[in-house]
């Protein structure tokens, strides 16, 4: 149940609300030793379309492991120095990072532009990586990155999929030149379609796109991912997996959601011409931690170009696709987990109080579905 929160007159202020919280703190950048479990200031909102929520669960990415030991770091924080400067503030926010990016939840108050949701609704959503994260009790959040949860889901079940499914989607339509043309995709490879990204690329692109969807995955998957709508999936590990990958029909799209990065330029030659490589690995951080932001972005650049150059003969296009908040994409979404054509994948479940164990857990790598924490 959505606890009861009764407004008085301050704005955005909750009369029910405690004054300190509990939230999971990265204090340095040594891995998920570095968390620690505090008590602090709730979160207020100060900006007028931003929401509050009380977190009931919250998931777990391989980006919040990467982000303990200091991934993005140089990207994300002058992300942040920009937001501090865009919103008035003469300082840049030093606070200790609270990750995390998928939530669900219930709305406990709202900032004076915000119009889609109330509060005592229940959301779900995902924050960018440059914002504080939903590892917290409460979570400040902007409208345009939530929406209201699929009624049939627990709390539990709905964070695990923003974060995936938003991600997923932003590779399917970076993989069409206009979003218009995203219903004319015939025929996708997906790379990992046993993991989180995958797992739901896989669904959206069979169930709600109706393509002829082949996976790879691990074969201990194989199932889970013929379930998701895969009509073909290939064991990578196979001896003649080269050999059946040759032999598939000319794709439209071919998502990389296993991390392949630059190796993934090897399955171009399955595209028919015009046909679009879309990986979810840009070493657009990496670079930029190594080189700082102006050398790791021209890094970055001269790498895209050189891969699309190796492709431009046949007409074909290599891209990098990001998480994007999107409001309109979790109703989207929303709408197909009610007709039980997107389903979640819960593999994991820990306390808030286990929650670095959590981290844990998913640095060991190889995780099917998704790790979530469970925040009540």
């Not at 009764?6 to 968390?35: D, F, K, V």
């Not at 190796?310 to 994007?324: D, H, L, Q, R």
Request: hydrophobic share 40%.
């Amino acid at each position: 149940m959505c606890p009861k929160f009764i407004p008085i007159n301050l704005p955005h202020i909750h009369a029910s609300l405690p004054s300190l919280s509990r939230c999971c703190q990265l204090l340095s950048y040594n891995g998920p030793s570095s968390l620690s479990m505090v008590d602090v200031p709730t979160p207020i909102i100060s900006q007028p379309g931003h929401v509050m929520v009380k977190v009931m669960a919250a998931s777990m990415n391989p980006l919040d492991v990467m982000m303990t030991r200091g991934y993005g770091r140089g990207v994300l924080n002058n992300l942040r120095m920009v937001q501090r400067v865009m919103v008035g503030s003469d300082s840049f926010d030093t606070s200790p990072l609270v990750l995390g990016r998928d939530f669900s939840g219930c709305v406990v108050s709202v900032g004076s532009g915000v119009k889609s949701v109330s509060v005592g609704d229940q959301v779900w959503g995902a924050t960018f990586p440059s914002t504080q994260g939903s590892h917290q009790e409460f979570c400040v959040a902007d409208q345009a990155s939530l929406a209201i949860k699929p009624a049939s889901l627990s709390h539990v079940e709905a964070a695990s999929l923003p974060y995936a499914g938003l991600t997923a989607w932003a590779a399917i339509t970076q993989g069409v030149c206009d979003n218009r043309e995203v219903e004319q995709l015939s025929r996708v490879l997906v790379v990992g379609a046993g993991g989180g990204v995958g797992a739901v690329a896989t669904q959206l692109l069979s169930r709600h796109l109706g393509c002829e969807v082949v996976g790879v995955a691990a074969v201990d998957t194989h199932t889970a991912v013929a379930g998701y709508g895969a009509s073909t999936v290939l064991d990578y590990t196979s001896s003649d997996y080269q050999t059946k990958l040759a032999s598939l029909p000319p794709l439209d799209l071919v998502l990389d959601c296993a991390g392949l990065g630059e190796a993934s330029l090897s399955l171009a030659r399955l595209l028919r011409p015009g046909g679009r490589l879309v990986s979810l690995s840009s070493p657009v951080l990496a670079n930029t931690d190594q080189a700082g932001l102006l050398a790791g972005a021209l890094s970055s650049i001269s790498t895209l170009a050189r891969m699309n150059c190796s492709t431009i003969a046949k007409g074909n296009t290599v891209n990098w696709a990001f998480f994007n908040p999107s409001s309109s994409a979790l109703d989207m979404m929303s709408r197909l987990v009610e007709e039980n054509l997107l389903v979640p994948h819960v593999t994991g479940l820990y306390k808030f109080d286990n929650i670095v164990e959590a981290y844990r857990e998913v640095e060991k790598g190889h995780i099917r579905g998704k790790v979530v924490v469970d925040m009540t």
